[in-house]
């Protein structure tokens, strides 16, 4: 189905989301049409957000808006649809579009098959009606699905399309560039250089895939590395937890800055905490590259100056590769807590591959590497 289509049905003049590969029909089509718009389109932090943000607009204009996202974050949604729009509470009806990833039957990265299996029965136990589009439903069975989902906004209900795999398209091409000339992969391959026998934790998506490659590479093995396959923006909780419990240990975090805007408040952690074997590097393309390029928010804003406020006692923020290696440098000389931000420009090469051992394989290598297993 044409994604114009969908959206001329459903007749919603508010979006908001975080992006999803599978819904990338419609957030190219709404950043062609809207943009960045807080009128129309907003790219929120996460899926909570988003959804608190719909019931602001609804509250406001008496309209029903429109929350995406890929199904990995409906468990940000629980909360907020069950204390805030469920119709016990305030009654404020939503339509969620949802990017059905790890669909029961269907290829899909480790991360997301539990999810798939899930994804309908999390919206059952929600009490949010849904209805599956796939590459065969039409625009009439979407309307019949619009009809009886008006009915249930008006007693305060919400409601969900399920978007399988293809089943959305969109012709025209968005190209999604910043003004940035450093390449994440080379950022990791420099982080690489400096790291020695300390522990890496990468964030979800791209960059843990080319931590694997620039290993592989280089003849190395993958015991000193936690790729975070899954929960996006809690990499670097995870390295604290690792890192307070062998502080003999250095632990390097490879962060990006969709990841960080997820969960932000996970600095405010580390900067209260100050462990001084850690050090968190945020490369900011201020983009969601991995699910197809969409912007965040993090290219206007100083992510470096929201790590200081956090109490962070040293920051950087670096454009180049020898402003990049100053900073590693001086990170592995000093005991401190860390914060390295790099402008990263968008990208990534096309023969990208992904890892070859499976998650619990690489859980349990740095278990053993740690001493801890």
């Not at 929120?44 to 890929?70: D, F, R, S, W």
């Not at 439903?137 to 008006?150: G, H, L, S």
């Not at 590395?225 to 937890?241: E, K, N, Y």
Request: with cysteine; glycine share 8%.
């Amino acid at each position: 189905m044409k994604v114009e289509e969908l959206v001329d049905i459903i007749g919603a003049d508010f979006y908001t989301g975080v992006p999803d590969s599978q819904l990338k029909a419609l957030c190219n089509y709404l950043m062609n049409t809207y943009g960045i718009d807080n009128m129309h389109h907003v790219i929120a932090a996460n899926e909570g957000n988003c959804t608190a943000l719909a019931a602001g607009y609804h509250i406001a204009t008496g309209k029903v808006p429109v929350v995406y996202m890929q199904n990995s974050g409906e468990g940000n949604i629980i909360n907020p649809v069950a204390s805030l729009l469920n119709d016990a509470v305030y009654a404020i009806p939503v339509l969620f579009i949802v990017g059905w990833r790890g669909e029961p039957g269907v290829h899909d990265e480790p991360q997301h098959v539990y999810q798939g299996q899930v994804t309908c029965k999390l919206l059952e136990d929600m009490d949010i009606a849904y209805t599956v589009i796939d590459k065969e439903t039409t625009p009439e069975q979407i309307k019949d699905a619009m009809k009886t989902y008006r009915e249930l906004f008006a007693s305060g209900k919400s409601a969900a399309f399920v978007v399988k795999k293809g089943a959305l398209s969109y012709d025209e091409k968005v190209v999604y560039k910043n003004e940035h000339s450093m390449v994440r992969e080379e950022i990791i391959r420099h982080i690489v250089n400096y790291t020695e026998d300390d522990v890496i934790v990468s964030t979800t998506g791209k960059a843990s895939r080319e931590l694997f490659e620039i290993r592989e590479a280089l003849g190395q093995d993958h015991s000193r590395d936690f790729l975070t396959v899954g929960s996006m923006g809690h990499s670097s909780s995870i390295a604290m937890g690792i890192a307070s419990q062998k502080p003999e240990k250095r632990v390097w975090v490879v962060d990006g800055d969709g990841a960080v805007l997820m969960h932000m408040g996970s600095m405010a952690l580390m900067g209260a905490n100050k462990l001084e074997n850690m050090i968190h590097i945020v490369i900011n393309n201020g983009a969601h590259e991995t699910v197809g390029g969409m912007n965040t928010v993090a290219d206007d804003i100083d992510l470096a100056a929201v790590a200081k406020a956090c109490g962070y006692p040293h920051v950087t923020c670096v454009y180049d590769y020898d402003d990049l290696d100053n900073a590693l440098e001086e990170a592995k000389e000093n005991l401190e807590l860390t914060f390295i931000e790099a402008k990263c420009a968008i990208g990534a090469r096309d023969d990208l591959g992904r890892p070859t051992t499976t998650a619990r394989e690489n859980k349990e290598s740095l278990m053993k590497f740690l001493g801890s297993m």
